[in-house]
Nanobody
Framework: VQLQASGGGLVQAGGSLRLSCAAS?????MGWFRQAPGKGREFVAA????????DYADSVKGRFTISRDNTKNTLYLQMNSLKPEDSANYYC????????????????WGQGTKVTVSS
């Protein structure tokens, strides 16, 4: 499975962006992670294959929404009310079995898309 993330860019604080992650094949549990310069990788959100169950980091809960369209093999992250501290490279990831917030548990990773939020 190959993952291709897109949709990053420069936005002012309070603005919105929607990230997309196109998958080359069938995927199961999927998630978004981010990594800011000089910091470790951080869990952002995840979703089951059916889309019926989602999980969010406390830092983004109420502002970000994860969703997926299995007919298009695409994962989304709608980011609203963006803050400068949301600036990072955002990565999509997929895992074959079970759910997790831990990066090492994921089997496939996209290349990352950069989000910069100006104050």
């Amino acid at each position: 499975v190959q993952l291709q993330a897109s949709g990053g860019g420069l936005v002012q604080a309070g603005g919105s962006l929607r990230l997309s992650c196109a998958a080359s094949g069938r995927t199961f549990y999927m998630g978004w992670f981010r990594q800011a310069p000089g910091k470790g990788r951080e869990f952002v959100a995840a979703i089951t294959r059916s889309g019926g169950i989602t999980d969010y980091a406390d830092s983004v809960k109420g502002r970000f929404t994860i969703s997926r369209d299995n007919t298009k093999n695409t994962l989304y992250l709608q980011m609203n009310s963006l803050k400068p501290e949301d600036s990072a490279n955002y990565y999509c990831a997929a895992k074959k079995y079970g759910s997790s917030r831990l990066g090492p548990d994921y089997d496939y990773w996209g290349q990352g898309t950069k989000v910069t939020v100006s104050s």
